[in-house]
Nanobody, 125 residues
Framework: QVQLVESGGGLVQAGNSLRLTCAAS????????MGWFRQAPGKEREFVAL????????YYADFVEGRFTISRDNAKNTVYLAVSSLKTKDTAIYYC??????????????????WGKGTQVTVSS
């Protein structure tokens, strides 16, 4: 059974940084597009970032505005999301996700086959 386990979330002050980590197991990680979504209380799950299997191509939501960086280490079956200049509106549960076949509608969570349970990021003012 596929496993995605996120870590690295926490409570931080606005303007600070975090690095979220997602450890993957029980599938061929190096062949899967990996991404991050987030969901704030009372809101729908929204796309944050996506990286292709080789790590050469990345995609970001507009709200990222250069503050987040997605990366991966295929040797370690791990994907990262470095988040900086955090804002209170970045408060959400951040989910690691995997997409087997790349889809241009990568903003749509229904295009992803694998999901972690999430890690909470809370940004205080």
């Amino acid at each position: 059974q596929v496993q995605l386990v996120e870590s690295g979330g926490g409570l931080v002050q606005a303007g600070n940084s975090l690095r979220l980590t997602c450890a993957a197991s029980r599938f061929t990680f190096s062949q899967i597009n990996m991404g991050w979504f987030r969901q704030a209380p009372g809101k729908e799950r929204e796309f944050v970032a996506l990286i292709n299997p080789s790590g050469e191509t990345t995609y970001y939501a507009d709200f990222v505005e250069g503050r987040f960086t997605i990366s991966r280490d295929n040797a370690k079956n791990t994907v990262y999301l470095a988040v900086s200049s955090l804002k209170t509106k970045d408060t959400a549960i951040y989910y690691c996700t995997g997409m087997i076949w790349f889809d241009d509608n990568y903003y749509d969570p229904n295009k992803y086959q694998y999901w972690g349970k999430g890690t909470q990021v809370t940004v205080s003012s």
